[in-house]
């Protein structure tokens, strides 16, 4: 396998700020009327931002005095004042808007040249297998290409209309394609989150935390002003251990990248991460500050299954 050729998401503005927000709906259609999935929609003057999901609707928390800046490929970068409405409707028109890429201040062309790491080799997105069944699983989180975008080290967005991502998660690197066909990894250090976007437009949140795991990111399950809810997913390649001898056959016919997660909590504003194993006691010890809350939380999902849906409505709750 060859080594990746890194590239350095790296824009010049400044850090973005904050200010109020609101919750915001709405639609991307295109000058025709059909809804437009995965255009890119963010607040113009702070860094929040979303993808429109497959049909062509968005939410997102946003300044009700900014505006929203809106891109897809193949499109016209839109322009909206959101004047403190909370449901928008923003028409794309077609043109060329595959060069686009959206900071976290303005709108500039992005320039691939200005990027370090140009000395780049490619890999192909593929499986490979080495037992006599197919391969089991993926080192990549998803398989195939997906929207998404980055923040850099300092603050500053990065996306691209004509990129698309994925994440490596033995190596525990963001990669990105232009092409579908040659991908390339992000600098480690230049990619402090990302979010990437799955087919229904539900998104992955991803953030190096080095005092967990300093090779990997982590993906955020849930984040708020109190708690964070860590998911560190290990994934390890597992070759066939197939044997017979005839009458007794064990292990397994195929090689395979094997899942398995661990979970961390962080109380803001300094905590430090503590692991959270999937069991009520444990999560009751984890949230022992605020023990009315959890224990009214747990009480009211009795019944629920404790996976990372549960953990993400509990961080929900524990952060309102």
Known sequence: ??????????VLIGKFALGQTAAITGTVVDDSGKPVPFAFIKDAQHNYQTFSGPDGTFSLSADPSSRLLATGSGFKQATVAIDNKTDIKITLQHGD????????????????????????????????GTAQEELHGSPFLFDHWVHGYAITAQDSLVENSSYLFNYHKIEGTLLYTDDGKTMYSVYKDKAKTFVLFDDDGQQVAFESVPAIDSKHYLQVLTSGSKYKIYKQLNTEFVKADFQTNGIVTTGNNYDSYVDQSVYYVVKLPDGQPQKLTLKRKAIKAAFAADADKVNSFLSAHDSDEIDDTFLKNLGADMNN
């Open 97 to 128: 808007g595959t060069a686009k890429a959206t900071s976290g201040k303005n709108s500039d062309a992005f320039d691939v040249h200005e990027i370090g790491g140009t000395d780049r080799e490619s890999r192909p997105l593929t499986r490979f």
């Open 1 to 10: 396998m060859k080594r990746i050729t890194v590239l350095c998401l790296l």
